[in-house]
Nanobody, 126 residues
Framework: QVQLAESGGGSVQSGGSLRLSCAAS????????MSWFRQAPGKEREGVAG???????DYADSVKGRFTISQDNAKNTLYLQMNNLKPEDTAMYYC????????????????????WGQGTQVTVSS
């Protein structure tokens, strides 16, 4: 069983930066894929950024060049560095994990993941 806990959310002005963290209870090899998702009011949940245990990454087009996903295996922690934030980035952000090898092919698909955190709120004002 994997437990995930997000932190680092908050309120920031447009153009600012935030770094989200997700502490995981599982080891490196039990987390083949990890991702960040977000859901804004009235919108569907969308995949923002994903990373495999080997370090391969994928990003939603809306955040490419602004967000960076990374992981510290020694600390069992996933990060999302968010720069040049925009009001449209306002949402509840969730981290997710999958232990299956097939997750590599659908990093940003919600159904890929079986473990989810409780979420952390990000609010960007103009």
């Amino acid at each position: 069983q994997v437990q995930l806990a997000e932190s680092g959310g908050g309120s920031v002005q447009s153009g600012g930066s935030l770094r989200l963290s997700c502490a995981a209870s599982a080891t490196t090899y039990s987390r083949n894929c990890m991702s960040w998702f977000r859901q804004a009011p009235g919108k569907e949940r969308e995949g923002v950024a994903g990373i495999t245990s080997g370090g391969s990454t994928d990003y939603a087009d809306s955040v490419k060049g602004r967000f960076t996903i990374s992981q510290d295996n020694a600390k069992n922690t996933l990060y999302l560095q968010m720069n040049n934030l925009k009001p449209e980035d306002t949402a509840m952000y969730y981290c997710a994990a999958s232990s299956t090898v097939g997750c590599y092919f659908q990093l940003l698909r919600s159904s890929t993941y079986t473990y989810w955190g409780q979420g952390t709120q990000v609010t960007v004002s103009s």
